[in-house]
């Protein structure tokens, strides 16, 4: 079964805009959530990632935000550009493993 | 950052041969390689995990028969499909867990695109 639930699935954004994706985990073995960014054709590429004992972490224009209480954590990609149009996924690590969720297909409109 | 490699980037085969896929990481040692299955518009699906010097450990339904993981070096595993069908066609994606750095993180190769006619 799925750990790991993203949504939404796909997303649009006017160049400048906030693209914003959620994940929701079940495991709470989970301690360590990275994000992923995956171009068409290429292997996904570690975009940031955030530990459970921290709220929010941010790295440039991207933010993770963590609740731990309900299980959730969102990336936030701040004045969106038309580069960063991509499929970005979520995942929970344990035991060395990763948990990917389904992907978010993020197109930025110039 | 770590950088991982994959050969060959893709290829194209016939129904019943043989495909090995290679996996390197470039400028670190890898402990812990992962290979895994990614269809069309999907996520990628975790298919085995190799540790160096030691047989490769499946995730529950896939066939360690037809997928053959060898991971001979810390900077080297490779991935057989042997009697490679239609419904193997698919974009495999090998990762490495860095060595003496946190556990937790996994660079990937930019995978390898197989179709099987």
């Known amino acids: 079964q799925q750990q790991v639930k993203q949504s939404p699935q796909s997303l649009i954004v006017q160049k400048g805009g906030i693209s914003i994706i959620n994940c929701a985990y079940e495991?709470?073995?989970?301690?360590?959530f990275p994000w992923y960014q995956q171009f068409p054709g290429k292997g996904p590429a570690l975009l940031i990632a955030i530990r459970p004992d921290v709220s929010e972490k941010k790295e440039g224009r991207f933010t993770i935000s963590f609740n731990k209480s309900a299980k959730q954590f969102s990336l936030h990609i701040m004045d969106s550009q038309p580069g960063d149009s991509a499929t970005y996924f979520c995942?929970?690590?344990?035991?060395?493993?990763?948990?990917f969720g389904a992907g978010t297909t993020v197109t930025v409109r110039a | 950052g770590a950088v991982v490699s994959q050969h060959p980037s893709r290829v194209i085969c016939k129904s019943g041969t043989s495909v090995k896929i290679e996996c390197r990481s470039l400028?670190?040692?890898?402990?812990?390689m992962f290979w895994y299955r990614q269809f069309p518009k999907k996520s990628l699906m975790l298919m085995a995990t190799s540790n160096e010097g030691s047989k490769a450990t499946y995730e529950q339904g896939v066939e360690k028969d037809k997928f053959l993981i060898n991971h001979a070096s810390l900077t080297l595993s490779t991935l057989t499909v042997t009697s490679a069908h239609p419904e193997d066609s698919s974009f495999y994606i090998c990762?490495?867990?860095?060595?003496?750095?946190?556990?937790?993180?996994?660079?990937f190769g930019p995978g390898t695109r197989l179709t099987v006619l």
């Open positions: 495991n709470t073995a989970f301690d360590y």
């Open positions: 995942a929970g690590h344990v035991d060395y493993k990763l948990s």
């Open positions: 400028d670190f040692q890898a402990t812990t």
């Open positions: 990762s490495a867990r860095v060595r003496g750095r946190g556990a937790d993180t996994q660079y």
